[in-house]
């Protein structure tokens, strides 16, 4: 029985970035049970709560059942289709809007291509193989591979891996991603394909013209089908890191105990071949029994050999079932003590059922302190964006301008409608690090507005002119404007004035946003913030349930003793039988204000349930938990 104190100080000075922790802490975007992508303010919503509980970057589906849900040129091109049918993602971009408002928080975003080479659901190969018949996946009775409901081209004929590379290209080119992600579905191809005779062919031309085995269970068949799938990975990898090296090239892949011999997922040889930087295996399950294993395996198939790429994938909502809060921090504890530095949740509306129940558990018990993504050598990515509110002392003011009562960025707007003496107002930001920023105009669109708002930036050695339409209906929030090289200081960056405005109109000014562009600024360190003061105060006494429950033979308690406390408290912390028979005692002894933990050995005790109690004080609080041998 050994028993630590943890924690005797509750006012901690700390530097945000410097005692970061180094975690992934990532969240699932999708379009199916979730409306969190279908309008630009549920997404500013969203990341604002995301990043209030810790999360660090996010996953949002980009490609589903065989329609990408950005507006692409490529899907045009060839199906006569921009975007998935559904009115939600009609004449909007939502991953547009996403990133800026995700960028803006701190969070990183890495599109994920969710159906990969499945081409629809239940519908015969959809749209896709209907323009595309060659690509199918064919069975050994030469029938379109359907596997639970999903209908499959071949992952491994050139065309078809021509056209997701084509997709990928499309968002990496077009937006400002921190990655890209495949998953259960991407590389990948049910086992009990490759009978398609693109797939044949290339199979015949290695193997002397033999024909590929008919049992598809073969081992030798598998190999060489898993092999093409990862070589597919690798080429990925490349053309991802031929865009940037600080592109992120993330799989969440079944576990390899069953995704090797369902769906050929060789994420084992990922690993040991460093394909990735983020591995995250979907280990789906309902009760901590079933985790453990997956996890366990799952870590000795796969994880031992890349520890540092190697992240869970946690079930936390589907259907009607939600994660407990009792299950998810079992979850979280088993990963953390495998070694496994962070999990992504599957997903985004489980953190905010119950009025956030999951959300916030996580904030106050897990994810206390920031964490910096692992694959970023301790180093911020993404720092939140610089924001000035058009009221702030850093804002200089000439003419006539009147607070008027529009929601902007955060309370009101600036306007004027003075068209006889010159108006303006000048944005200056305290620029950290000297890099190419853009420069972001929040937006209040009203038909009474200018057409003809004049804005100047300014880079060191000389100035931008861009004209904005500030009546135009179909642009509101955080607009980019230009992109600027700034230097390190208190910089001037953005002048709006009424150089143009016109008789009966007004001009508006709201908040200016700067953020790094990585595309440009690839290699450039963010300065670390100057230390904060953050108040880490414990209020209440509390007794946590044990970890794990059930045990065999140790197990670990928790409690604390609140800040309010100024005197030593008589602290006793007992073990029963289910009779009420003392059993152990593990704390008999004053204490002051604080966290403690205490180990619980019951290698000398028959299995069964047991009680803990805890006695501080006036504080009386008793859990149970089971011994199982």
Request: glycine letters at 6%; aromatic letters at 14%; proline letters at 4%.
């Amino acid at each position: 029985m050994k028993k630590i104190l943890l924690l005797l100080s509750f006012l901690i000075s700390m530097n945000i970035y410097s005692q970061s922790k180094s975690e992934l802490r990532g969240v699932w975007l999708t379009n199916v049970d979730s409306k969190v992508l279908a309008t630009d303010d549920n997404i500013i919503e969203a990341m604002n709560y995301l990043s209030s509980v810790g999360i660090n970057v996010v996953f949002p589906v980009v490609y589903n059942k065989g329609y990408t849900l950005y507006p692409s040129k490529i899907m045009d091109s060839l199906f006569n289709v921009t975007t998935i049918p559904d009115p939600s993602f009609q004449n909007r971009d939502f991953l547009e809007r996403l990133i800026i408002e995700a960028h803006r928080v701190g969070i990183e975003v890495i599109p994920w291509f969710e159906f990969g080479f499945s081409t629809s659901y239940s519908e015969n190969g959809g749209h896709i193989l209907a323009k595309f018949p060659e690509w199918a996946l064919k069975n050994n009775s030469n029938q379109l591979v359907v596997k639970n409901g999903f209908d499959w081209m071949s992952a491994i004929n050139p065309q078809a891996q021509n056209f997701i590379t084509s997709l990928i290209r499309e968002v990496i080119e077009n937006y400002d991603v921190d990655g890209i992600q495949g998953d259960d579905r991407l590389p990948a191809m049910p086992v009990e394909g490759g009978y398609d005779s693109g797939t044949v062919a290339i199979y015949k031309a290695e193997n002397d013209g033999s024909n590929p085995p008919s049992d598809y269970t073969n081992a030798l068949w598998k190999k060489w089908r898993a092999d093409k799938l990862t070589k597919y990975l690798s080429d990925l990898k490349t053309l991802v890191k031929s865009y940037g090296s600080y592109l992120t090239l993330s799989v969440s892949p079944t576990p390899y105990y069953w995704g090797y011999n369902e769906y050929l997922q060789d994420s084992k040889s990922w690993a040991q071949l460093g394909l990735t930087e983020q591995i995250i295996p979907q280990l789906y399950q309902y009760n901590l029994t079933d985790y453990n294993y997956a996890l366990n395996k799952t870590w000795s198939d796969v994880g031992q050999f890349a520890p540092n790429q190697f992240f869970a994938g946690v079930l936390m909502n589907v259907g009607s079932y939600t994660i407990s809060s009792s299950l998810l921090s079992g979850m979280i504890d088993a990963n953390r003590a495998k070694g496994v530095k962070g999990e992504t949740f599957f997903f985004y509306e489980g953190l905010r059922k119950n009025s956030n129940e999951l959300g916030n558990y996580l904030l106050q018990n897990k994810y206390q302190q920031p964490a910096i993504l692992p694959n970023r050598n301790g180093e911020v990515f993404r720092p939140k964006a610089k924001i000035v509110n058009e009221n702030s002392t850093k804002v200089v003011s000439t003419g006539n301008w009147a607070e008027y009562s529009l929601k902007g960025f955060e309370g009101k707007i600036l306007r004027t409608n003075d068209v006889l003496n010159y108006n303006s107002l000048t944005y200056f930001f305290d620029v950290s690090d000297e890099a190419f920023y853009d420069v972001y105009i929040f937006r209040t669109p009203n038909t009474t507005w200018t057409q003809n708002a004049n804005y100047t930036l300014y880079n060191p050695s000389d100035s931008l002119k861009v004209i904005i339409n500030q009546a135009d209906l179909t642009k509101k929030g955080w607009y980019k404007i230009g992109t600027l090289y700034l230097e390190a200081g208190n910089r001037k960056v953005l002048k709006v004035d009424n150089k143009y405005l016109e008789s009966n109109k007004y001009l508006v000014s709201d908040a200016v946003m700067i953020m790094i562009n990585r595309k440009l600024s690839p290699d450039v360190i963010v300065s670390v913030e100057q230390p904060k003061t953050i108040n880490r105060i414990i209020t209440d006494f509390k007794l946590e349930q044990n970890y794990p429950n059930p045990f065999n033979p140790t197990t670990t308690i928790k409690y604390s003793i609140p800040i309010n406390v100024k005197t030593l408290q008589p602290t006793t912390l007992r073990v029963f039988d289910i009779l009420g028979k003392e059993v152990a005692v593990l704390v008999n002894e004053n204490q002051t204000a604080g966290n403690y933990e205490v180990q619980f050995d019951g290698s000398k005790l028959a299995s069964g349930v047991y009680l803990y109690k805890l006695q501080s004080g006036n504080f009386v609080q008793t859990k149970k938990f089971v011994l199982m041998k």
